[in-house]
């Protein structure tokens, strides 16, 4: 293979070949961060593998340029999509965690039991949509459950964009079913609470390479055990990459009312129809949602949803716009890039 071609297994493309000029590439090689520890960044690159010292705002996935000489990240290109979540840090402080970046499409992983919500998929796929990945909502424990096309009818029900699959991850036909999304170059990435199944798909996708941790969970609750620590990019030698994440128990929003509006057009089109452009779709009269309810048009459980999702996310937003510091992310003295 030459270099080129890794680059491009790897998921280097136009989009980020077009941010750096020829000469710049040259010098500093791209390189995609792998994966991202406390003090340390691990990357790879057409010919070389390495440890770097960890920068701000460095995500799993990014592609960064390397100062070989020097041993460090000059520079994290743009990201075609990127993943965060607000987190609350010390003294109620709202920070932005990165999650992933350059991610194509998200396996949104939940099983067909007690772990089943159609208001957390919806929160994901707002979470994802707003990046601007392609969606996928993946059932597992199809097996274990007598009736898995009643999960497949909600799940299929969210969205007309969100394709649904059903599967039992530690059957070999999962590679299968998945296998349309995970093309040459392509980034996948699982997302989902623990113990639905995502080590197990990530073991299969790679052919059992990967030997993530998969953990038994407790049949009672049917929570999983929290087994996966970090978050890895696996590049495979089938020629895609694969990113497993822990599971996460609380996924806020911030910033992301584009994501609610793609996955609630419906809704977010009635809403213009209000008389009063600051309607809260409560009791105000000559409001179009409750009208829409009452004529049987519109499910006032998914009206309640979209509600909620909208205020968090904009309680959230005001608070981070206020607290954001007029910094760049990009390191300092870094190469200089088209166009800058
Ligand atoms: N019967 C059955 N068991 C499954 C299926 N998917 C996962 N499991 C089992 O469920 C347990 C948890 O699976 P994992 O793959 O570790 O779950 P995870 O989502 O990676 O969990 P975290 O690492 O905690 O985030 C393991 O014992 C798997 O073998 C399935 O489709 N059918
Ligand atoms: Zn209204």
């Not at 493309?13 to 941010?19: L, S, Y």
């Not at 599971?247 to 994501?259: C, I, K, P, S």
């Amino acid at each position: 293979m030459s270099n080129g071609d890794r680059l491009a297994a790897l998921g280097w493309r136009a989009f980020f070949a077009d941010q750096v000029d020829p000469e710049v590439l040259a010098a500093t090689p791209p390189a995609r961060v792998v994966r991202v520890d406390r003090t340390s960044v691990r990357v790879t690159g057409s010919d070389f593998d390495a440890a770097l010292p960890f920068g701000p705002d460095i995500a799993v996935g990014d592609w960064v340029l390397v100062d070989r000489g020097a041993g460090t990240v000059a520079c994290v290109l743009d990201r075609h999509t990127v993943i965060s979540r607000r987190a609350a840090g010390l003294d109620r402080q709202v920070v932005t965690q990165l999650i992933a970046a350059n991610i194509d499409t998200a396996f949104i992983v939940t099983s067909c039991n007690r772990d089943f919500n159609v208001a957390r998929l919806e929160r994901y796929l707002v979470l994802t949509m707003d990046a601007g990945m392609e969606a996928v909502i993946v059932l597992t424990k199809a097996d274990l459950c007598d009736d898995p096309e009643a999960y497949a009818r909600q799940a299929g029900a969210i969205s007309d964009r969100v394709p649904v699959v059903i599967l039992d991850a530690r059957d070999e036909g999962a590679m299968t079913t998945l296998a349309p999304w995970c093309g040459a170059a392509r980034t996948v990435a699982f997302l989902g609470s623990s113990g639905v199944g995502k080590s197990t798909l990530v073991n299969a996708l790679s052919g059992g390479l990967v030997g993530a941790e998969t953990g038994a969970i407790r049949e009672s609750d049917a929570r999983g055990r929290h087994t996966t620590t970090r978050r890895e990019l696996h590049p495979l030698p089938q020629g895609f990459s694969v990113l497993d994440t822990p599971g996460m128990r609380e996924l806020q929003l911030t910033d992301v009312a584009g994501g609610i509006d793609d996955l609630f057009p419906d809704l977010a089109e009635l809403a213009q129809a209000c008389r009063f452009s600051d309607c809260a779709h409560l009791a105000e009269p000559g409001c179009a949602l409750r009208a829409a309810v009452d004529a049987g048009e519109v499910d006032p459980d998914r009206l309640a949803r979209w509600q909620k999702l909208a205020a968090e996310d904009r309680g959230n937003t005001e608070r981070q716009t206020a607290r954001r510091k007029p910094s760049g992310r990009r390191p300092q003295g870094g190469p200089r890039r088209k166009g800058r």
